[in-house]
């Protein structure tokens, strides 16, 4: 690596010589990760784990409201 | 609101982050351990300048990384279970977990994925010391990312440092040291972090033990051994020592936990810990049954280890659930207030806060403070509230004794693993020991089951708790569908199996070529 290249070239070549370079292993790794990433973020985050309290309430009033009402049910 | 949950949501919704959890922690402690070893392996190939030391060390940071991205953002799956699983558990804790967890991801994300980008790449392009350095950063990195959210753990077992805000219905962080520097939660931290040593050692013993059978690679093999040995010997020890600290602690903050780890339901006096026992089935906490068909007993060990006194009265599960007063010959007295009692609190505290909210909502701030009072009286048995039957705050007894003695014969057999690798290593025969090799490769799905055993031991001997006595389980849950639990309980499994058999394969993979392409290979 030239020392007296630019600072961030030198930090872009670093991880781009370094994933030209990467064996096979990587790269089935990389796509496991990528397939994983996806999975969680593209299907399960988006079609089974929604937020409760932010899908259902906007404020943090509400959702302390809601939170305290559950909370407290078999008293009322 | 027990009587409006459905349990087979809280059941579905319990297995579903068991199996996430216990999915995560099949990576995490290799990376915990493995990390530290490939780091004093460089260490040596830098100080030696011995090329054979890099070849060593490359390729254990080959097994390495690809273990580290088989673990990658399985993790990430138990947050998003918080938001939908278990909103009620997030928002009551509020900042407390959030603080922590929010350092470990930022912590986890810079310190980590930098330098292991420059462990992985770096080499012949960096010097050697600043890739050393590198190497190091990341073995921290990844136990300080263990820190957080172990101390936000430890908060769940012992609640310290916060301030119930009822208006907010979150616990705040009072102060941070105590959450912070709480002994469960550095007991647990150690106790954890060395468990990953240990199954690190044990996992570099036992595939360098299959190289010297198929008498492949056996000077990587010998050195390695020696590496892990010494340094899985020096961890396993001081694991049995921070062992003992996190029981001492359990002793004092969760006493049922502790009787359910030694299958104790009648307190005793000088008490006597179980080394091998099989437990009675079907066991009541009140009825005549013995609770053992047969036990072998460290005669007043349990509590020496519990009180740091042999004499000392350790309570058992039917004096927790019905209290107990107890005084000894020195008059010293131990004692605690029923269940039931505890219950009877918890209500308090639960129609407190629901009156301090009409209260506030009515604008009365005098009857307001009033129902604070009232609420802040009775808020560490807040949790009771919500249950009905004074037995409900037993765990599962046979799942956590026997999850517990596992994890200890283990613990001890791992010991005198390391011992007898280094005598055989000192004697320059442990070639020819192919029963020892055997036995260390074997032990490789042993220390994992020792691993997973210690959470059981954890998560299980805490049950009914989320946080312990004040949110059971039950009031932590999300009013959700079951049926959609359950799916996605079936779907992670399914997924989960399926990445980890290709992952597997890749590494078991990369374990035959060995480090063929590298310097001093073959």
Known sequence: MNKHQNIFKRIYLFYYNGFRDMPKYGIQLWILILLKLFIMFGILKVFFFPDILETQF????EKSKYIIEQLTKPNQ | MIENVDISLVDWSRAQFALTAMYHWMFVPLTLGLAFIMAI????????????????????????????????????????????????????????????????????????????????????????????????????????SAL?????????QFPTGMKFNPETARNEMENFWEVFLSPVAINKFLHTISSGYVLGSIFVLGISAWFLIRGRHKLLAKRSIIVASVFGLITSLFLVMTGDGSAYEVAQKQPMKLAAMEGLYEGQEGAGLVAVGALTPGKEYNDNKDAFLFKVEIPKMLSLLSYRDADAFVPGVKDIVEG??????????????????????????INALANFRKA????????????????????????????????????????????FHIMVALG?????????????IYKNNLEKQ??????????????????????IVAEEGRQPWVIQ???PTVAAVSQIDASSVQITFWLFAAIFTALLIAEIKILIRQIKIGPKDQEGGK
């Open chain 1, 58 to 61: 906007e404020t943090e009033e």
């Open chain 2, 41 to 144: 392996m460089e260490t040596i190939y830098v100080k030696t300048g011995n090329p054979e030391w890099k070849t060593i060390t490359k390729f254990w940071m080959t097994l390495f990384g690809i273990n580290f991205a088989i673990g990658v953002a399985t993790g990430l799956i138990l947050e998003f279970e918080f938001g939908t699983n278990w909103s009620n558990y997030s928002w009551f804790v509020g900042d407390i977990f959030g603080a922590p967890l929010a350092i470990e991801g930022i912590m986890a994300f810079f310190l980590e994925s930098t330098f292991i980008a420059v462990m992985f790449f770096g080499w012949n392009k960096i010097s050697k010391k600043f890739h050393l350095v590198s190497t190091w950063l990341v073995a921290f990195g990844a136990n300080l």
């Open chain 2, 148 to 156: 957080w959210i172990l101390v936000a753990n430890g908060w769940m």
């Open chain 2, 324 to 349: 107990y007063d107890y005084t000894n010959k020195n008059g010293v007295t131990t004692n605690d207030i029923s269940a039931e009692e505890k219950i009877k609190k918890g209500k308090i505290a």
């Open chain 2, 360 to 403: 506030k909502e009515a604008g009365n701030e005098a009857k307001a403070k009033e129902y604070r009072i009232t609420l802040e009286e009775n808020f560490q048995y807040f949790g009771y509230g919500y249950l009905n039957d004074p037995a409900s705050i037993i765990p599962n007894v046979p799942l956590t004794f026997y999850s």
């Open chain 2, 412 to 424: 001890f057999l791992f010991i005198a693993l390391f011992a007898v690798a280094l005598v055989f």
């Open chain 2, 434 to 455: 192919k029963w020892f090799l055997w036995t260390a490769l074997f032990s490789i799905p042993l220390a994992y089951i020792a691993s997973q055993s210690g959470w």
């Open chain 2, 469 to 471: 006595d004040i949110l």
